[in-house]
DNA sequence: CTGTTAGCGCGTTCAG
DNA sequence: CTGAACGCGCTAACAG
């Protein structure tokens, strides 16, 4: 079956292509019956304008890029869902990118992307990044980015984060409150924002409690899984003294949760571990984890609102736009602490 | 900064358009020096072809559209994991869409994919769906689809799935066979494809072992995860005489081990607990839950070879082209059973 | 209120 | 080997 067009549908009615066009469109200038007429038809033949014709013209795509490192994470599964919804609602589609945290894949979908294939991004950043020059080639070229979670500090402009300054300095403290005296933390990769934050929050609690601050203390979780986990016992059995974790993100917080299985520390008795995580299954864990949980379904919707305010009134997104959501700690639920 | 296309590189270097546009797709009409001179400068300027002029004219948008029920789910999550690499292998883009299990979005949104804007759909059904005429639509307009996971048996296309049937079977052998006399079935929607076949052998393997199958003991997982979670724990309490659960889905999973914590059922003592489940964390669940797990990773990659390969020889996808994969048991870590 | 005309940027004839 | 001309399907400016 032939797609039907414009062309078509003006043949059958006798009206010329453009009359079409703005009946379809609900222009002013057609009288109420050829509209009426007009849609009638298009229902019937079940006509869809052809969006590449309509975006060359209109210079518009009516789409937006999302650039992720991972989507095995349910923090970005549920931004995924915020901005969908969000996206639905402004009758956007959603293009989705994977990083894999690689720099370079990083360079390659943001160049394609400046072609002007989407009128926006939201992003988050890849851990091996430290460069900035590809995204300033998109802002050079106008397409307005809004960042979540692992922004770039060095472009102006929007911003969704999480408190994670003092999501940081409130886990460190929920450890010491509970006893903890050596606590160790995973960082995720040393470039990100999110990683620098949350490590300061950890030093300010430290400091604030008076606990001196060990650097040994803090390992950066930037491998595969099987090697972070090695990573962990390693430090673990060198330093027995360790009653307490801090795990920067979901995955970290997993080979931790493992390694002190494995080397029969017993949570959370010899030892507690509190971590960022959008993971629900971890309360159900037992002795269940406590999570810093990121408000990842809004932070998705808020990035999304953000962008799509400045495409509708055309104007550059500002960075007084920016957000910061506050996290939730979310306490073990079976286990004391 | 004006996005550069090919007229000004023409004009730039002296040719026409037509000559530049041929020397960037190394047409063999055009000499090799001129080539390198365009091409070279290309790449100053950054210039990036119009995707959607390009499409316009080709008729082809190098772009598939991915229709999925929900992604905060792990194995959409890795689904769209493994699409979203070979997408990028052939150069394709990904458009992402969510029905959230809802029958009218996925009718909408197939609506309007029918315009063009996608070349091919990887999909799996929403659970409210039990009318097909909008993927008929689809077809019809020689728009290929390749169904995984939750197919769609009314059309003949490939399908890309888990051998439910047998995997079913296995659950629930796995259950009688570590002493369940008494086996609840906890049922997603019974539209879906995945949940009559998992059935089929839940059906199948008590049979086999002598069991007679109460229908009362298949209950309907379609509700809320709280009120899936209530129906369970009515269940439970109503049937003392359960000791075995197979539920047919992560969250049903969660459900029904929430419900046995609640009431305080021990497992895997008093009650046992299997499903189907790609959540890594549920194998740290302390008693560990047996799980089910779909290569979901390369059931993205699989359909989403075949989608390309359709696209790439032009010709129609046939229905003995489907696939499928085998589920994997994964069985209880820390406990017995 | 309706129709004519002129592109959007690119790829594909067909002439030279 | 290169260029001129046309059209993909749609929208917008301008006539009537």
Redesign the interface.
Known sequence: ?K?VNLKELAQELNLSISTVSKALRDNYEIGQETKERVKKLAQEL?Y??????S??RRKK?K?IGVIIP?????FF??V??GI??VA?ENDY??????TNESYS?EQTIS??L????VDGILMSIASETQDYAHLK?LT???IPIVFFDRVCDELATAKVTTNDFQSGYMATQHLIEAGCQCIAHLLISSNLSIGQKRMQGYVKALEDYGITCDASLIVNGDKTDAENRETMKQLLRSRPEIDGIFASVERLA?SS??ACKELNLAIPENIKIISFSN????S???PALTTITQPAYAIGKEAAKILFNSLDKNKPISATQSLELSSELIKRKSTAV
Chains 1, 2 share one sequence.
Request: cysteine-free; overall charge negative.
């Open positions: 079956m797609s079940n869809e304008p052809n969006p590449y014709a975006s060359l795509s789409t991972e989507v095995s994470n349910n599964s549920q995924i869902n969908e919804e639905r589609h959603v293009l989705i990118y994977l894949r160049h394609h400046a072609s002007g294939r080639e050079s070229k106008n997993m949760y493992e993971l629900y299954v971890a159900l864990l037992d």
